[in-house]
């Protein structure tokens, strides 16, 4: 059973950092492109950032500069370091784990909240 398991959120000051975790079971991690995405209250889930089994990684315009995606695939986990935070920044955070013919999963989410 393939489980992604967030953690890292919660409240910060505009201005300030945080880093999310998105831990990873059940599935062979280096062969997927793992992802974040996001939600914020009445808008439309949106990609963040995603990572290629090799790597590569995509931003979202509004990130980036600002949030950094990586992964370790000795500890099954990717992360996102988000630095410089902004009140449009408030969300429910997914990871998203993909990879044609083989699945494609999401974690329960974790909820960041910029505000002062």
């Known amino acids: 059973q393939v489980q992604l398991v967030e953690s890292g959120g919660g409240l910060v000051q505009p201005g300030g950092s945080l880093r999310l975790s998105c831990q990873a079971s059940?599935?062979?991690?280096?062969?997927?492109?793992m992802g974040w995405y996001r939600q914020a209250p009445g808008k439309q889930r949106e990609l963040v950032a995603d990572i290629t089994s090799r790597g590569r990684t995509n931003y979202a315009d509004s990130v980036k500069g600002r949030f950094t995606i990586s992964r370790d695939d000795a500890k099954n986990t990717v992360y996102l370091q988000m630095n410089s935070l902004k009140p449009e920044d408030t969300a429910v955070y997914y990871c998203t784990a993909d990879r044609t013919d083989w699945g494609n999963y999401w974690g329960q989410g974790t909820r960041v909240t910029v505000s002062s």
């Open positions: 059940g599935l062979i991690f280096s062969i997927y492109a």
